[in-house]
């Protein structure tokens, strides 16, 4: 069967979209995006009766990291992360601060993930796509789906349904964010699932077509 996502929802009062993605058979778990609910995500994992194994990060803003610290700590799985997000991370708790909020200081960051990487869970993998642009270190992962799994592009704060990550805050960059869509999103199949950072899911063919920034149709912005 291979892995295959259990479930997304969105946590914390930004509504980042965390995701459950598990190999059914050995019941190992990928936790992408944990945000800032240690409680909602604790509760999912053990209401489906799964072990993580690691804990991937879109980047290094606090609405997807917030809790890595401590679920790390609880769950033995280790914190990935794109190494060009380390200054962010590094200072997650000044990124609270600014919305009003105490955050843990931020753990250890097991593991640097790179473009084309594979992360193992179980018998198969999500593969690493660098993305830079929203945050230098920004990266997706991509479930290629196996048997009648559908394949999954977790897209983080890179592209969204009809629109685009950011690009005014610390390391953004508009040429860089396009780059990245066009170059590495939209070269893969069409079927796959977006699935963003916030907001609804879409197909890589619909925004390929219809996103007013980065589509087909888009009016060039760089």
Not at 25 to 51: I, Q
Not at 123 to 150: D, I, N, R
Not at 155 to 172: A, H, P
Not at 200 to 209: G, I, L, P, S
Request: aromatic fraction near 6%; hydrophobic fraction near 40%; proline fraction near 7%.
């Amino acid at each position: 069967m291979g892995l295959v996502l259990v479930e997304s929802f969105p946590v914390g009062p930004l509504g980042c979209n965390f995701s459950l993605v598990a190999d059914e058979e050995s019941k190992e778990a990928l936790l992408v995006d944990p945000g800032d609910d240690l409680d909602a995500v604790l509760e999912c994992v053990a209401r489906n009766g799964l072990k993580p194994v690691a804990l991937l990060h879109t980047h290094a803003h606090f609405d997807h990291i917030g809790v890595s610290a401590r679920l790390s700590s609880i769950t033995g799985a280790p914190i990935l992360l794109h190494e060009k997000d380390v200054p962010l991370y590094e200072n997650l708790r000044m990124q609270g601060s600014f919305f009003g909020m105490e955050l843990d200081a931020p753990g250890t960051v097991h593991r640097f993930v790179s473009h084309g990487d594979r992360i193992a869970c179980g018998k198969s993998a999500l593969e690493v796509v660098h993305t830079p642009g929203h945050t230098p270190g920004s990266v997706c992962f991509h479930l290629a789906g196996e048997g009648t799994a559908k394949p999954v592009l977790f897209s983080g704060d890179t592209l969204f349904r009809r629109s685009i990550g950011r690009t005014d805050l610390w390391g953004g960059s508009l040429p860089e964010i396009l780059a990245s869509i066009r170059e590495r999103l939209f070269t893969l199949p069409g079927d796959v699932l977006v699935l963003p950072g916030h907001g609804d899911t879409t197909t890589v063919a619909e925004e390929a077509r219809l996103n007013p920034f980065a589509g087909s149709r888009a009016v060039p912005l760089v």
